[in-house]
Each structure stands twice: as C-alpha cells, then as structure tokens.
C-alpha cells in the first residue's frame, strides 16, 4: 500500500518518498524530486515556453520554508521577479538581472534588507506535480504558465504592495 504526505509547501498530496530536499525551500522529498526533474532535466518534457525561465521563482516562492535569513532573502527576490515580470512588464528574459540587482551590495550591505512575509495558502493551487501529470508537453508548458502567474496571484493579493516597495528600492536605481 502506497502512502502519501502532504508537502508543506504547496500542499500537494503526493507518494511519500526518502530523498533529498533543499535546506530552506519548504517542500516535501516528492515534490522536490518532480520540481528538480522539470526544471534541471526537462523530465517529462516540456515544449518551450517563456515560463519555464520563472519556473525556480514560483517554485520557491510557493515553497517558502520557515523564516531564516536564507529563506527570507530567496522569497523576496523570486517574488522581485515575478512582479517585475507580471506587473513591471519585464521579459522573462530578465529574471536573472532581476535577481543580480535584487542582491547586488547597496549601502555596504547585502544581506537583511528584506524581512519575512506571512505566505498565502497555496491549497488548491496548481502544484509542479499537476504540471509533470499533463499528458503532453504542449499541454506542460501551458499549466507551467498558468503556475507561475497563480503563484504570483497569491503572493501579490497580500504583498504586493511590499514587493514593489523593495523593487523600486533594490532592484531599479541606477537603471539607464
């Protein structure tokens, strides 16, 4: 008989496995193992789509772990992208600057300038298991958009406010 445990995370219900997981992102070994197949191996694959450059961005912000320094700062600067992309208008292209800006040195300092945010539930929601379960890849890549947009959705009806605060603070200055 197969049992199953909740990730902690998303909330997913999904076949308890022994494995690994990431030291501050809060998801169980199941789901961790399904988000590192899609993301790290294109396992099952996933036809091209912008999305899939958000995919770590909405993967840690939708599994946010206990508050740490290390959670903390990875939170805010996924969540930096996803508002820079779904209400700045960035390209996805741009995750990678967004995340160099939102860590680069300011003011001598790298580290403690975000503080922990209360998550929103994500039960319910669209999970990376949901997304490796469609039966094509085509089929992947839109539940792959759908996902990244929810997990900004949910993030956003609460601290969005918050978000763009530390964008316009860590992310835009010296922008030409």
Not at 37 to 65: C, F, I, K, R, W
């Amino acid at each position: 008989m197969t049992e199953y445990e909740s990730c902690p995370g998303c909330d997913a219900t999904l076949p308890k496995v022994n494995g690994p997981t990431h030291r501050y992102i809060g998801a169980s070994p199941a789901c961790w193992a399904i988000y590192t197949a899609l993301a790290n191996a294109g396992e099952p694959p996933v036809a091209p789509t912008a999305a899939m450059a958000l995919m770590v961005d909405a993967y840690a912000a939708q599994h946010p772990g206990t508050p740490s320094p290390q959670a903390i700062q990875s939170v805010a600067v996924h969540l930096l992208v996803l508002y820079g992309v779904f209400v700045r208008g960035g390209d996805p292209g741009t995750a990678l600057w967004i995340r160099r800006r939102a860590l680069r040195v300011q003011n001598g300092r790298k580290h403690g300038r975000f503080q922990w945010l209360t998550p929103p539930a994500f039960a319910g929601s669209l999970t990376v298991a949901d997304i490796a379960q469609a039966p094509t890849p085509p089929a992947r890549a839109g539940l792959a958009g759908r996902y990244v947009e929810g997990v900004w959705v949910r993030w956003s009806a609460s601290h969005a406010a918050t978000v763009a605060t530390w964008y316009d603070e860590f992310v835009v200055p010296d922008r030409f």
